[in-house]
């Protein structure tokens, strides 16, 4: 639960790098800072191997490649965000005299200054990447040790001097040596004073450990003191230590770029909070929540025009003007006023009359208002979005031991609550479930979903459509049986589907068009889509039971095509097919004195047409049962769904 809030402090109204977006919603900008680690360890490159999956870059290569990719997604995706590549252990020494001043940093280099990156940024850290002899040349490691205190120190002023009001600021520390100051008290206790001077500052240092061939990296030995694992009531505590990143060796089937990748990709997920709201579990006892959205479709996000038509593409200021239709004459803000349309006229409101309509209905909440067994919601009423809430210990001291305290309760007694919702200023009222959720954890320990509660707005009756009718053919026993045996063979091994391993390929192309023109690359020919299926593999483990299967399929069905074309009191229908059941008319006025059958008009409630019956027939029905037939056709119809019921 720690991993949601870490990132998600409260927002302040001093701070000057947060920005309104078109939600009106503040953007939370992140300052990202790697600091990787040069050695003769990190730049021993594995041992060569004629797998196509064993690793060929070093540690610190492989770093970099991260770095730069990273670094490719995020002048796209997230373009207010900074960015910053520090090399420590290098022989050679080169900082910016903005952000040393009068002080020295020896055996850190700044390769990339902490700032939103730029074109020429990406393409020389590619060109970095890609020039082995330039790299060898930048990245010769020094004979002295690595000086922590300095390292942290030199974080310090890069992040004081380049976003000191940014509220997400983080160091990315990539290293292969767990104890960097060997037995020296006094230099681990400089360092632990420095890493808790970048605390203090609202820095968040994570580690991503390398561990060497033969010698595992232990945390105990040094950055135990360093890296704090955080604390649901602590929202200033730093990140959990992350698992340390394997070193592949030959014909290992993970390779270390693929694990730093995954793992940093993982902590750089932008989250950000979408409404921060009272929950009000009865009269007097209320926490504060925050809300988030954890599965969203993602889109293309056009954050500015550019104007190509000169020699330099430039990015156009827009402005907007709204002019009158017969003289043109620009409309001011004071002379446009708000309307309504109500028979065929215009009824005007004044700006305090429609503040006054829009908050009618109270001011953002979650307001609990019961309790129901969770078996009483439905598949079919998760229409929207659900919403996942988390609390708060910014308006409500002790938010997180109540929160826990109801969701552990729900989750126990398999209920869930029914909630009034507001999500923000404006919005229309709805009644929501909050069913809990359980924490998951996946390999290795690894939380995958927190545990919390889940809102879901339950639908409205006009938001439910009724199915279209269809005609479905009962299945035996061993069509049943064959058809278990096809999703046997075509379900993934250990049932690992995770959706983030399949990007949206539109999406994908359309950044890989625009990293292209950005960065003068050639034009792809076609985009990558991960979510076509594997034909081959799919014949190769389903081909021979699919085709057993239909070929079943289509002998069953030309059996009951004989059967049904036979006289309905042949003694070989009733032994080899039911009969069909009999058509119901629903034309008004029809079947009265039919007399039908329970099994019929249970037929007509599942399929949704017993409103088509007539009157006559619901009547005469109830009549049977001696039920009432008093009423409009609306009653009738609702004393025969409760009679199933």
């Known amino acids: 639960m720690a991993d949601l809030s870490e990132n998600n402090k409260p927002d302040s109204d001093e701070d000057e790098d947060e920005e309104i977006d078109d939600t009106g919603y503040k953007t939370v900008k992140d300052a990202v800072l790697f600091a990787i680690g040069v050695s003769d360890s990190m730049l021993k490159r594995p041992p060569p191997s004629e797998d196509k999956k064993a690793d060929r870059d070093s540690p610190t290569s492989a770093a970099l490649k991260c770095a730069y990719q990273l670094m490719q997604q995020r002048i796209i995706s997230n373009p207010n965000d900074m960015m910053g590549i520090l090399l420590f252990g290098t022989e050679d020494t080169s900082f910016d005299e903005v952000n ?32 082995e002899d330039e790299a060898d040349m930048l990245l010769a490691p020094s004979k002295e040790g690595v000086n922590m205190a300095n390292l942290l120190f030199c974080a310090n002023q890069i992040f ?65 003191d360093i890296i704090y694992r955080a604390s649901p009531l602590d929202l ?3 990140a959990q230590i992350s698992s340390a990143a394997k070193t592949a060796s030959s014909g ?36 504060g929540i925050k809300g988030y959205i954890m599965i969203k479709r993602q889109t293309a996000v056009k954050s500015c025009y550019v104007w190509v038509g000169g020699e330099k593409a430039q990015i156009a200021i827009s402005t907007t003007t709204q002019m009158v239709d017969d003289t043109a004459r620009a409309v001011e803000k004071t002379e446009v006023r708000k309307a309504y349309k109500f028979g065929g006229e215009a009824v005007y409101f004044t700006p305090e009359e429609m503040k006054q309509i829009r908050e009618c209905f109270g001011e953002p909440v979650i307001r ?32 997180t031991r109540v929160f826990s305290a109801l ?10 609550g029914i909630a009034w919702f507001i999500p923000r200023k404006n ?72 959706p983030a391993r399949y990007p949206n390929p539109s999406l994908q192309w359309f950044y890989r068009i625009l990293q292209a023109i950005a960065l003068d690359e050639d034009l792809p020919e076609k985009p990558e889509d991960k979510t076509i299926p594997r034909y081959k593999q799919i014949d190769k483990r389903a081909g021979d039971y699919v085709i057993k299967w239909g070929k079943a399929l289509e002998s069953e069905y030309q059996q009951r095509i004989k059967l049904s074309k036979r006289p309905a009191d042949s003694s070989a229908s009733s032994a080899h097919a039911t009969p069909l059941p009999k058509r119901i008319k629903m034309e008004a006025g029809a079947g009265a004195g039919t007399g039908m059958t329970d099994e019929q008009m249970a037929e007509a409630n599942d399929r949704g047409n017993v409103s088509k019956l007539s009157v006559g027939v619901l009547r005469e029905w109830l009549g049977v049962r001696k039920l009432s037939t008093m009423g409009k056709k609306l009653d009738l119809v609702s004393r025969v769904q409760q009679y199933f019921e």
């Open 100 to 131: 040393a001043g009068d002080l020295s940093f020896p055996h850190c280099y700044l390769l990339a200054d902490l700032d939103v990156p730029a074109a020429s940024d990406v393409k020389r850290l590619r060109d970095l990447v890609e020039n």
């Open 160 to 224: 004081t001097t380049k976003a000191p009001n940014f509220s997400s600021r983080r160091l990315f520390l990539v290293t292969d040596d767990d104890n960097p100051v060997g037995d020296d008290k006094s230099a681990k206790d400089n360092a632990v004073t420095r890493a808790k001077d970048l605390y203090d500052l609202g820095v968040t240092i994570e580690l991503f450990p390398i561990s060497k061939p033969g010698h595992g990296f232990t945390r105990t030995k040094f950055y135990d």
């Open 236 to 238: 200033d505590a730093p």
């Open 252 to 287: 290992d089937g993970i390779t270390l770029l693929q694990s730093l990748l995954s793992s940093v990709n993982s902590k750089a997920a932008p989250r950000r909070a979408l409404f921060n709201l009272p929950l009000e579990i009865g009269p007097g006892l209320t926490i």
């Open 368 to 399: 609990i208002i019961g309790f129901k067994p969770l078996s009483m919601l439905p598949i079919w009423a998760n229409t929207r979005h659900p919403t996942f809430i988390y609390p708060s210990e910014t308006d409500y001291i002790g938010s």
């Open 407 to 416: 969701q552990q309760k729900l989750l126990k007694d398999k209920k869930m």
């Open 427 to 498: 919005a229309n009222p709805v009644i929501a479930a909050i069913v809990p959720g359980a924490e998951r954890l996946g390999p290795g320990d690894e939380q995958i979903m927190p545990p919390g509660l889940w809102v879901i707005p339950l639908p409205f009756a006009d938001d439910i459509r009724q199915n279209p009718e269809t005609k479905l053919m009962k299945t035996t026993g061993e069509l049943t049986d064959m058809m278990r045996m096809v999703i046997q063979q075509l379900q993934l091994p250990k049932a690992s589907y995770d």
